[in-house]
C-alpha cells in the first residue's frame, strides 16, 4: 500500500526554522516525483516545490523561493523540506504528495499524506 | 506564470443534478490538468488526471473533458457524498498552479 507521511510541524516565531519530513513506503522511491503543497486555514491548496525523482531538477513557488529548501534521500524513501526566515504567512498545513511521472517535469499528485501543521506565530 | 481560473467559485444543488464545473488556463496546457476533490477536514483525493483519465476506485458519474484552456469537471448525478471543494491544477511544468477551488454543497 503506497503511503506517505509527513512529520516536523509545530509552533515557530517569525524568523525562525522548521524541517518537514516525508516518510514514503509502498513503491519504489526512486521511480516517482515527490511535492509539497500547503493550505493555509481556510483557504486553498497552494503549490510550494517539487523534486524531481532522480532529485535533480527542483522546483518552487516563488513565494517560498530563496527560504525553503527541498531534498531527497533515497536510501531513507524520505524527502525534506527545510524552511527558513519563516513568515506568518506561512501557517497552513503541508501535504507530501506522491508525483505521478506522466513525462519529465510532468506529473500529477496521485498520493496525499495526512499533512503536518506549521504555525509561525510569536 | 499560467494562472488558473475556476468557476463558479460555490454551487448548490440538489441530489441528482448534474453539475458542471469550470475550469481556465491562462495559457494552453495541452491536456496536463488534475481534478482533486477535498471534504471538510480531509486530505485532497485525485480525481481526474490528463483532463479526462478517471483515477483509479472513482466513481463514473464523475469525468473531465477539455484541451489546451478550457476544462470541465462534470459530476452527472450529485450525492450526498460528493459535497466538497473541487480544484484544478496545471502540471504541464512548474509552476504547477492549484485553481483557487469551487465548493459544492447539496441544497
Known amino acids: 500500500e503506497v503511503q506517505v507521511v509527513e512529520s516536523g510541524g509545530g509552533l515557530v516565531k517569525p524568523g525562525g526554522s522548521l524541517r518537514l519530513s516525508c516518510a514514503a513506503s509502498g513503491f519504489t522511491f526512486s521511480s516517482n516525483s515527490m511535492n509539497w503543497v500547503r493550505q493555509a486555514p481556510g483557504k486553498g491548496l497552494e503549490w510550494v516545490s517539487s523534486i524531481s525523482s532522480s532529485g535533480k531538477y527542483i522546483y518552487y513557488a516563488d513565494s517560498v523561493k530563496g527560504r525553503f529548501t527541498i531534498s531527497r534521500d533515497s536510501a531513507k524513501s524520505s524527502m525534506y523540506l527545510q524552511m527558513n526566515s519563516l513568515r506568518a504567512e506561512d501557517t497552513a498545513v503541508y501535504y507530501c504528495?506522491?508525483?505521478?511521472?506522466?513525462?519529465?517535469?510532468?506529473?500529477?499528485?496521485?498520493?496525499w499524506g495526512q499533512g503536518t501543521l506549521v504555525t509561525v506565530s510569536s | 506564470d499560467i494562472q488558473m481560473t475556476q468557476s463558479p467559485s460555490s454551487l448548490s444543488a440538489s441530489v441528482g443534478d448534474r453539475v458542471t464545473i469550470t475550469c481556465r488556463a491562462s495559457q494552453g496546457i495541452s491536456n496536463y490538468l488534475a481534478w482533486y476533490q477535498q471534504k471538510a477536514g480531509k486530505v485532497p483525493k485525485l480525481l481526474i488526471y490528463g483532463a479526462s483519465t478517471l483515477q483509479s476506485g472513482v466513481p463514473s458519474r464523475f469525468s473531465g473533458s477539455g484541451s489546451g484552456t478550457d476544462f470541465t469537471l462534470t459530476i452527472s448525478s450529485l450525492q450526498p457524498e460528493d459535497v466538497a471543494t473541487y480544484y484544478c491544477?496545471?502540471?504541464?511544468?512548474?509552476?504547477?498552479?492549484f485553481g483557487p477551488g469551487t465548493k459544492v454543497d447539496i441544497q
Open positions: 491544477q496545471k502540471y504541464n511544468s512548474a509552476p504547477f498552479t
Open positions: 504528495a506522491r508525483g505521478f511521472v506522466v513525462a519529465p517535469g510532468k506529473y500529477y499528485f496521485d498520493y
